[in-house]
Nanobody, 126 residues
Framework: QVQLVETGGGLVQPGGSLRLSCVAS??????????MGWFRQAPGKEHTFIAT????????DYADSVKGRFTISRDNAKNEVYLQMVSLKPEDTATYFC?????????????????WGQGTQVTVSS
């Protein structure tokens, strides 16, 4: 059974930083078959794309709203994916989800992902 578990969310002041982690079980991220992505959902809004990374980590891409502030990375040996977030803003407040997609390209649509975690809450407030 495939499971993705996100951790690292919390309450942070504007301008602060957080590092989210996503641990995968039931699949081997290093198998060369899984692109990973981060999405977020603010209250009352749709899921929106944040970042994506190919299985070998050589290709990444970001939503314009987070470029230069967020960094996606992965450690296939640990079956983990990370989202480093700096210079956080109140509008970054949302539940953050990681997804795994069977494929070897960058994916931007929620429907392109095969597995999802339950999410971790990030609140940016003073």
């Amino acid at each position: 059974q495939v499971q993705l578990v996100e951790t690292g969310g919390g309450l942070v002041q504007p301008g602060g930083s957080l590092r989210l982690s996503c641990v995968a079980s039931g699949l081997n991220l290093g198998s060369g078959l899984y692109t990973m992505g981060w999405f977020r959902q603010a209250p009352g809004k749709e899921h929106t794309f944040i970042a994506t990374i190919t299985w070998h980590g050589s290709r990444t891409d970001y939503a314009d709203s987070v470029k230069g502030r967020f960094t996606i990375s992965r450690d296939n040996a640990k079956n983990e994916v990370y989202l480093q977030m700096v210079s956080l803003k109140p509008e970054d407040t949302a539940t953050y989800f990681c997804g795994a997609s069977r494929g070897d390209t960058l994916y931007y649509q929620r429907g392109d992902y095969d597995y999802w975690g339950q999410g971790t809450q990030v609140t940016v407030s003073s």
